[in-house]
Structures are given as structure tokens and as C-alpha cells.
């Protein structure tokens, strides 16, 4: 069955350091997205991208934020410089089409410390 | 955007048949209603989704009642691996499909 892919699964970094969440979505997927879950909370939406451009973002996904889709297979979520309460799993995700259901890769857990 | 409620947490016996169920009585004629699960702190996992008509795949069955006000997610045979926090979701508008997660039910499945 098809996977979308994350790296790393684990990834710490000191505040203030730039990181780059990657993400392979599903091949045919047109459709990709973050969420992020910091522990004990609820699964939150970050952005939507399709066609190359961002669809959607939250209030969370601020100028700290970035995504880009450089080569047509990778996805990438980047955090310029980040903050403690970043800590929390990532999770990419796609779909082929509007309407089907999404397929979530199993996440990176990014610690700031 | 149409909001859903679930119990917080609901137990089944392994082998038998869980309902979850989910109310979203504020749901739009062009909104579908998505079910998807979360193992432990692993992705969320898509399940079943359905607009009207009640749906079956290899995994569930989703009941849609008539007035669309509420569904019930059933699990045919549950399985201790089919303990997880399950989320009804009410795609959010039109133009927009991100989904907006609530706090779901843990179901706990037990020998």
C-alpha cells in the first residue's frame, strides 16, 4: 500500500536554528498539507499546497513558516527560526483529489530545546 | 463551519461490534462527514467517508441517519489493534477541505 514518507522521525534542534521537516507524499497525490500535534493536544492544520502554490494556512503557519515543493517528489515544511512551543509531531499528508480521504505519513517529532 | 460532538471514551469487547457515534447537527448539504483514527501518537489514519448514503469498505461501516444530523462509525469485529482515538470530521466549507481535528473518542478494545 502506498506511504507518504517522513524524515527524520525524530529530530531535535536548539532554539533559534532553522529546521526542514521533509516529507515524499504519494506519487499521484496532487493535493499536500502539515498538521502538527504538540503532546496531549489536538491534531492542528498548518497549510494546504497544491498546483505549486499554498491553498490554505492557519493563523499558525506565520512568516516563521515556509513549504516548498522543490523537485515534484519531496515536500518540505521549513521553520526559520524556532521556538520552544514548536515542539511537537509533524505530520505531512496528501490526497490524489478534492474528496478523498488523506493519506498522513507517520510524523516527525521535533524537540526545541 | 459544522462542529461535531463524540463521547470522550468508550470500551468494546474484543470480537464484538464497536459504535462510535458522532453528532454534527449543523452539517451543510455539500458536507461530507470523514471518520479517521489515531494509534498512540501515529499519523492519522482515514477510514470511511460518506455524504448521504451509508458506506462499507475493509475496514467500516458508516451509518448516515436520514437528516444527516448525526452518524454512527461501525467497526464490524473490533481488534485490540483497533484501539484508538477516533475523529468525526465535518469537512470544513467548500473551498476549503483542510480538516479540523476535535478531540475525538478513545475506544479501548478488550480481551
Known amino acids: 500500500e502506498p506511504e507518504v514518507t517522513q524524515t527524520p522521525s525524530h529530530q531535535v534542534t536548539q532554539m533559534g536554528q532553522e529546521v526542514i521537516l521533509r516529507c515524499v507524499p504519494i506519487?499521484?497525490?496532487?493535493?499536500f498539507y502539515w498538521y502538527r500535534q504538540i503532546l496531549g493536544q489536538k491534531v492542528e492544520f498548518l497549510v494546504s499546497f497544491y498546483n505549486n502554490e499554498i491553498s490554505e494556512k492557519s493563523e499558525i503557519f506565520d512568516d516563521q513558516f515556509s513549504v516548498e515543493r522543490p523537485d515534484g517528489s519531496n515536500f518540505t515544511l521549513k521553520i526559520r527560526s524556532t521556538k520552544l512551543e514548536d515542539s511537537a509531531m509533524y505530520f505531512c499528508?496528501?490526497?490524489?483529489?478534492?474528496?478523498?480521504?488523506?493519506?498522513f505519513g507517520s510524523g516527525t517529532r521535533l524537540t526545541v530545546v | 463551519d459544522a462542529k461535531t460532538t463524540q463521547p470522550p471514551s468508550m470500551d468494546c469487547a474484543e470480537g464484538r461490534a464497536a459504535n462510535l457515534p458522532c453528532n454534527h447537527s449543523?452539517?451543510?448539504?455539500?458536507?461530507?462527514v470523514y471518520w479517521y483514527r489515531q494509534i498512540h501518537s501515529q499519523g492519522p489514519q482515514y477510514i470511511i467517508h460518506?455524504?448521504?448514503n451509508n458506506e462499507t469498505n475493509e475496514m467500516a461501516s458508516l451509518i448516515i441517519t436520514e437528516d444527516r444530523k448525526s452518524s454512527t462509525l461501525i467497526l464490524p469485529h473490533a481488534t485490540l489493534r483497533d484501539t484508538a482515538v477516533y475523529y468525526c470530521i465535518v469537512r470544513v466549507g467548500s473551498n476549503t477541505d483542510k480538516l479540523i481535528f476535535g478531540t475525538g473518542t478513545r475506544l479501548q478494545v478488550f480481551p
Open positions: 506519487s499521484n497525490h496532487l493535493y
Open positions: 449543523t452539517i451543510s448539504g455539500n458536507e461530507y
Open positions: 499528508a496528501s490526497r490524489a483529489v478534492r474528496g478523498d480521504g488523506y493519506t
Open positions: 460518506g455524504l448521504k
